[in-house]
C-alpha cells in the first residue's frame, strides 16, 4: 500500500511541478506586459515588479494545474487498467485517490497564502513600484509620444533635451468642478519626491492659465503634484480585497465604529430638529448625504467580512478539483492528458465558478451570510463524492 502511495504521489507531483512552472511563467508574463502596456514601463522596472507579480500568477495557477496533474495521472492509470488491477488484486481505488486528496489539502492552505500575499503585499508592491519609477516612466513615455496623461494630469512637449522639457504644456485638474490649472513654460524639468508624495516641476519663462486668470513669469516656478495623481496606479487602496488576512479583524472594529458614529449623526440631527420644532429637517432628505454614505460603509463592511471567506474558499477549490477530477478521470479511462483535462474542467466551468461569483457578489449585497461563498465548493464536493461511490462500486 505504501508503495502504491508513493508511486502515485510521486507521479502527481512530477506533472503538477512541471505544468505550475509553465503555466505560471506564461501569467507572469502576461501580467508583466499588461502592467508595461499600462503604465509605460522600462525593463529595470519590469524586473523590480517580477516577485510582486509571481504570488498574482500563481494563485490563479495552481488549482488549474492541480486539477490538470490529477486528471493526467488517473487517465492514464485507468487507461492502461493500473485501476483494473488494483481492484483484480482486493485494493480499492481510495488506495491511490488518498495520496491526491492529501497532497490537494496541502495544496488548498498554499493557495489560501498565495491569495492573502497576491492581494496584499504583491498588489502593494505592484504600486510602489510604479509610484517610485514615476519619473522615468514620465520621461521615458515623453521621449517616445511627447504626451502622457492621465485622469487627472496632461504633459505634453515639444521636445526632451535629457532632462530638460522643451516647450512643456501641463494640464493638472485640482479636483472638484473648478477649471484645471494650465501651464505653458520655454522649459521644465521633473522630479519625483517621495518622502512627500510629490512631484516636483521646475517650470521657466512661461504663462499660467486657469480659467479666466492667466499670467507670465520670466523668471522660475515650482509647482508640486500628488504622485497619485500622475501615477496611473493609485499610491494607496482602500479596498477590502487587499486587507492582509491578519487585518480583517481590525479593519472590521473600525469599519463597525466608522458607522456608528455616522448612525449617531443622522439620529443627533433628527433629535436636534425634533427638540427645536423645525421639522423639515427631520426629513430623510435633510440627512441625505450622511444616509448615502451609510449606504456605502455598511457595503463596505459587507465585503469586509465577506473576503476571508472568499479567499478561504478560493484556496480550497484545489482540494474540490481533486475530489472531481480523480473520479471522473478513473471513469473516462482517456490515456490523453488534454482530452481528460478538458472533460473534467467543464463541468467545473459550467457549475463551480457561476456559483461561486453568484455567492460572492451576494456577499458584498448583504443579501446571503458569507458563508455562501463556498456554495460552489460544496456542490462540487457533493459531485465528487457521488462519483467516487460509483468508481468504488464498480
Known amino acids: 500500500m505504501k508503495i502504491i502511495s508513493r508511486y502515485v504521489l510521486w507521479e502527481l507531483l512530477q506533472v503538477f511541478l512541471v505544468a505550475l512552472t509553465a503555466l505560471t511563467l506564461f501569467m507572469l508574463v502576461v501580467g508583466l506586459v499588461r502592467e508595461a502596456q499600462q503604465q509605460g514601463l522600462g525593463l529595470v522596472q519590469i524586473l523590480l515588479l517580477v516577485p510582486y507579480v509571481l504570488p498574482e500568477a500563481m494563485r490563479f495557477a ?25 481492484k483484480a488484486a482486493g485494493i480499492s481505488p481510495m488506495a491511490i485517490i488518498w495520496p491526491a486528496a492529501g497532497l490537494a ?55 526632451v533635451d535629457g532632462h530638460r522639457l522643451i516647450r512643456p504644456t501641463l494640464s493638472f485638474q485640482s479636483g472638484g468642478s473648478g477649471p484645471p490649472a494650465t ?15 510629490t512631484l516636483v516641476v521646475t517650470f521657466r519663462d512661461g504663462t499660467i492659465h486657469m480659467g479666466d486668470y492667466t499670467a507670465s513669469f520670466p523668471d522660475t516656478i515650482i509647482r508640486e503634484v500628488p504622485l497619485d495623481a500622475v501615477s496611473r496606479k493609485n499610491t494607496t487602496s482602500t479596498s477590502p480585497s487587499e486587507i492582509a488576512m491578519a487585518q480583517f479583524a481590525q479593519a472590521r472594529i473600525d469599519e463597525t465604529a466608522r458607522i456608528d458614529r455616522i448612525e449617531q449623526l443622522v439620529a443627533g440631527k433628527t433629535a436636534m430638529g425634533m427638540l427645536t420644532g423645525r421639522t423639515e429637517t427631520t426629513a430623510p432628505h435633510f440627512t441625505g448625504y450622511e444616509r448615502e454614505l451609510l449606504k456605502q460603509e455598511k457595503n463596505r463592511l459587507n465585503r469586509i467580512v465577506m473576503e476571508p471567506w472568499r479567499r478561504w474558499a478560493n484556496g480550497f477549490s484545489c482540494l474540490c478539483f481533486v475530489l472531481v477530477g480523480a473520479p471522473m478521470a478513473i471513469r473516462m479511462r482517456n490515456a490523453d492528458f488534454l482530452t481528460s483535462f478538458f472533460l473534467c474542467f467543464l463541468p467545473i466551468l459550467i457549475v463551480y465558478y457561476p456559483v461561486f461569483m453568484l455567492g460572492v457578489d451576494q456577499a458584498k449585497r448583504g443579501s446571503v451570510p458569507p458563508s455562501a461563498v463556498w456554495m460552489g465548493n460544496v456542490l462540487i464536493t457533493l459531485w465528487g463524492w457521488w462519483l467516487l461511490r460509483r468508481v468504488i462500486r464498480q
Open 62 to 86: 495552481v488549482p488549474g494545474t492541480m486539477l490538470f496533474a490529477v486528471a493526467s495521472v488517473f487517465g492514464r492509470m485507468s487507461a492502461s487498467n493500473e485501476v483494473i488491477a488494483l
Open 105 to 159: 489539502i496541502v495544496v488548498s492552505f498554499v493557495s489560501v497564502w498565495l491569495n492573502d500575499v497576491a492581494v496584499s503585499w504583491g498588489r502593494d508592491g505592484v504600486r510602489r513600484v510604479v509610484v517610485d519609477s514615476v519619473e522615468q516612466i514620465i520621461y521615458g513615455r515623453l521621449r517616445q509620444q511627447r504626451s502622457y496623461s492621465t485622469s487627472q494630469i496632461s504633459i505634453n512637449v515639444k521636445a
Open 183 to 197: 501651464v505653458s513654460a520655454a522649459e521644465a524639468e521633473l522630479h519625483a519626491n517621495a518622502t512627500n508624495g
